[in-house]
């Protein structure tokens, strides 16, 4: 049984660049979600996908965020034209929706991206 | 808005109990989840309370009051390995987790 993985680890990119990071959840898991942390600060959440369906984005993400899940397995996630506020850890999570019952959420390693 | 309220750190010694209060401003309420985060880890699930009351998990305890917007983590006979950060979490909305900025629990030996 094998946890949530991401990739990169770590990214370190030029301000302006764009970047991209992929998030495999846990193989049953029919929800993934995105979070982003910085320094002393709990995870802010991003947006959340249903199987391949982009179901809520938080109005704090910028029109430079984009995520796809396009098969409802793994996710990606683009940052165009990044800025030096974007330095953060990004996290995913994924849960498994269960009739009745809460879906807990299970967190990956987390993609440390630094812009320079 | 949300917002929730936790103490910065926390100190305790090896074997003693240690309490993180977390308290809470939500538009909506679904529940309160706990997260262990160790350095440079992923926040691991502990536990989640949706009915006032308390839940045990072997060490760790949560307990939640409705009424009052608190909740609090219990970690009993602490181990150095407990050393990290712990979040308290609302669910507000159908799936989204709002967290407080978490607590560090310094253990010492």
């Known amino acids: 049984d094998t946890g949530v993985s991401q990739d990169p680890r770590h990214k370190i990119t030029k301000r302006g660049q764009n970047v991209t990071f992929r998030c495999d959840p846990i193989s049953e898991h029919n929800r993934l979600y995105w979070y982003r942390q910085t320094l002393g600060q709990g995870p802010e959440f991003l947006t959340y996908?249903?199987?391949?369906?982009?179901?809520?984005k938080s109005r704090l993400l910028s029109d430079r965020f984009s995520a796809e899940r396009p098969k409802g397995s793994f996710s990606t996630l683009e940052i165009q034209r990044t800025e030096q506020g974007d330095s953060a850890m990004y996290l995913c999570?994924?849960?498994?929706?269960?009739?009745?019952?809460?879906?807990?959420?299970?967190f990956g390693p987390g993609t440390r991206l630094t812009v320079l | 808005g949300q917002s929730l309220e936790q103490p910065s750190e926390v100190t305790a010694v090896e074997g003693a109990i240690v309490q993180i209060n977390c308290t809470y401003q939500t538009s909506g309420f679904y529940g309160l989840s706990w997260y262990q985060q160790h350095d440079g880890g992923a926040p691991t699930f502990l536990s989640y309370n949706a009915l006032d009351g308390l839940e045990e998990t072997g060490r760790f305890s949560s307990f939640l009051s409705r009424s009052d917007s608190y909740g609090y983590l219990l970690l009993q006979e602490l181990q150095m390995k407990d050393s990290a950060s712990y979040f308290c979490a609302v669910l507000s909305g159908y799936s989204t987790l709002t967290f407080g900025k978490g607590t560090m629990l310094l253990v010492s030996p």
């Open positions: 999570a994924s849960s498994q929706t269960l009739a009745g019952a809460t879906d807990t959420q299970y």
């Open positions: 996908f249903q199987n391949e369906a982009q179901l809520e």
